[in-house]
């Protein structure tokens, strides 16, 4: 059974860096069939898939146009984990950000089939 | 993007009676290989959302088989044949046909 466990916290001030961690278990990092994503929640959004790593004879990674020049996703090999780095952050970036898996065509094209259980994140001074 | 439009927004719901969610997308679903990746996805209050079906019409690992989807192209439904208070939440559409993969707005379906 696939888990994902999202750590990192719930406040950060305006301009700064939010960091989230999704630990992985049930699954490798680098698998080379899946795809590790990060995904927020809020009300005026809805769901907002934000990028993704994987891997495939090496790393890659895709970003949503909306946050592409603030974000950074990360695989963490050792630790089998991967990370939301989102700069710069506003007011308008409070949201629940999800961590979610996809395991890709060669499992049915699920889309996301696993997710964390999601971080309440504000941003505010 | 391909734009995912959901109908209704709420569905106020008798238990034991069936219900029914649409979903359009601004584009046909159809891959290459034939197939439509559309899936739901539900939410319950508090909790992350959990699949339910994927490629249109597969029942993922677990889910009931009251739930059921169906359609192709363009046009999509979910239809939960009974139900029961522990359907209450919102529902999502969600497409992985064209990169990047987009959701709808989420329907809310509530007990009468």
């Known amino acids: 059974q696939v888990q994902l466990l999202q750590s990192g916290p719930g406040l950060v001030k305006p301009s700064q860096t939010l960091l989230l961690t999704c630990a992985i278990s049930?699954?490798?990092?680098?698998?080379?069939?899946?795809?590790w994503n990060w995904i927020r929640q809020s009300p005026s959004r809805g769901l907002e898939w934000l990028g993704r790593?994987?891997?495939?004879?090496?790393?890659?990674?895709d970003y949503a146009v909306s946050v592409k020049s603030r974000i950074t996703i990360n695989p963490d090999t050792s630790k089998n984990h991967f990370s939301l780095q989102l700069n710069s952050v506003t007011p308008e970036d409070t949201a629940v950000y999800y961590c979610?898996?996809?395991?890709?065509?060669?499992?049915?094209?699920?889309?996301?089939?696993?997710w964390g259980q999601g971080t309440l994140v504000t941003v505010s001074s | 993007d391909i734009v995912m439009t959901q109908t209704p927004l709420s569905s106020p719901v008798t238990l034991g009676q069936p219900a029914s969610i649409s979903c359009r997308s601004s584009?046909?679903?159809?891959?290459?290989?034939?197939?439509?990746?559309l899936s739901w996805l539900q939410q319950r209050p508090g909790q992350p959302p959990r699949l339910l079906i994927y490629?249109?019409?597969n029942r993922f690992s677990g889910v009931p088989d009251r739930f059921s989807g169906s359609g192709a192209g363009t046009d999509f439904t979910l239809k939960i044949s009974r139900v029961e208070a522990e359907d209450v939440g919102v529902y999502y559409c969600?497409?992985?046909?064209?990169?990047?993969?987009?959701f709808g707005q989420g329907t809310k379906v509530e007990i009468k």
């Open positions: 979610a898996r996809d395991p890709g065509r060669s499992a049915g094209g699920r889309g996301f089939d696993y």
């Open positions: 049930g699954d490798s990092v680098s698998n080379n069939s899946t795809a």
């Open positions: 790593t994987y891997y495939r004879s090496k790393w890659y990674n």
């Open positions: 584009q046909s679903l159809a891959h290459s290989d034939g197939n439509s990746y």
């Open positions: 490629k249109s019409s």
């Open positions: 969600m497409q992985a046909t064209q990169f990047p993969w987009t």
